[in-house]
């Protein structure tokens, strides 16, 4: 493909509008290190409608090549390779990577996520910006959560920068968008999870729950008795950039927990935060699974 004005190149520049993508059900993924993933979950679990790569592009990776050619062998997607002029116009990147790969929507119920009997979700309460909801997936990926919950009025997921910022990690875990999150902490609690909310105002400190959870492992004596026990099922919630968690947020959860500052930083955002808190947890949780 060479003709950046084509109809086709049209269509797929189009989904970088939220409306196109909620009426097709599609959305761009964009780069080589998210094409490789979708393309390998895609062997697994079909989620990839189209394919546009440059020349350039196959040369510099072979593992995307390779991937490449067993979707082309199976004839399930549409790949097409397609010069830098034209994946510039499909792409709002201001630097395109060589590769678009067209999937289709993967978010997937709440009741199917409890279903499954998580240990650790990450939820993101009206979480707004593309890089800070990217950075609490690929949190959540890295410390090995079950999946990830936007709320009403969070960030779009399948915004082209929010798929750029989670490196990936998207294709990795089970997402759910748009839940209303009293019914999600009603259902998660009845599922047998403890709901956490993170707060810089806590009355729970982070230090002192891991010590605990630490010293419980190691089989201690007279292990402090503190409120939480952080190897249990849990759902943090993680609030919004600017505001936090509101306090009718905050009410649902069974404890605040605050990740203390040592030095003199205001506060932590919302990615730094959630990083934390999930590896606090996820560590906890593997002492617990060996003991």
């Not at 875990?173 to 259902?187: K, Q, S």
């Amino acid at each position: 493909m060479s003709n950046p004005r084509a109809d086709r190149v049209k269509d797929v520049a189009g989904l970088a509008g939220r409306s196109a993508r909620s009426k097709r059900g599609l959305f761009l993924a964009e780069g080589p290190q998210n094409a490789r993933e979708a393309l390998a979950r895609h062997l697994a679990q079909p989620c990839v409608d189209a394919v546009y790569v440059t020349e350039e592009a196959l040369d510099h990776h072979p593992d995307i090549a390779a991937l490449l050619e067993r979707v082309v062998a199976d004839r399930s997607v549409f790949v097409r390779l397609a010069t830098r002029e034209v994946l510039g116009a499909m792409s709002d990147a201001v630097t395109p990577q060589g590769v678009v790969v067209v999937c289709r929507a993967l978010d997937v119920p709440v009741a199917d996520v409890l279903a499954a009997r998580p240990r650790l979700l990450a939820v993101l309460a009206r979480v707004q910006d593309p890089g800070n909801a990217g950075t609490v997936l690929r949190a959540a990926d890295a410390a090995g959560a079950d999946a990830v919950v936007l709320t009403a009025g969070s960030v779009d997921l399948y915004n082209p920068k929010t798929v750029r910022s989670t490196a990936g990690s998207l294709f990795h875990l089970p997402v759910t968008v748009g839940a209303d999150l009293p019914e999600l902490v009603a259902a998660a609690r009845s599922a047998g999870c403890g709901i956490l909310a993170a707060d810089g105002y806590g009355a729970l400190d982070l230090d002192r729950l891991q010590d605990a959870s630490a010293a419980r492992a190691a089989g201690a004596p007279d292990v402090e008795d503190v409120a939480y026990d952080l190897a249990r099922p849990t759902v943090w919630l993680f609030g919004n950039e600017a505001r936090g968690l509101s306090e009718a947020e905050k009410e649902l959860a069974d404890h605040r927990v605050a990740v203390p500052v040592h030095g003199r930083a205001e506060s932590l955002n919302v990615g730094t935060a959630a990083t934390v808190c999930l590896y606090a947890s996820a560590r906890a949780q593997r002492r617990g699974a060996d003991r």
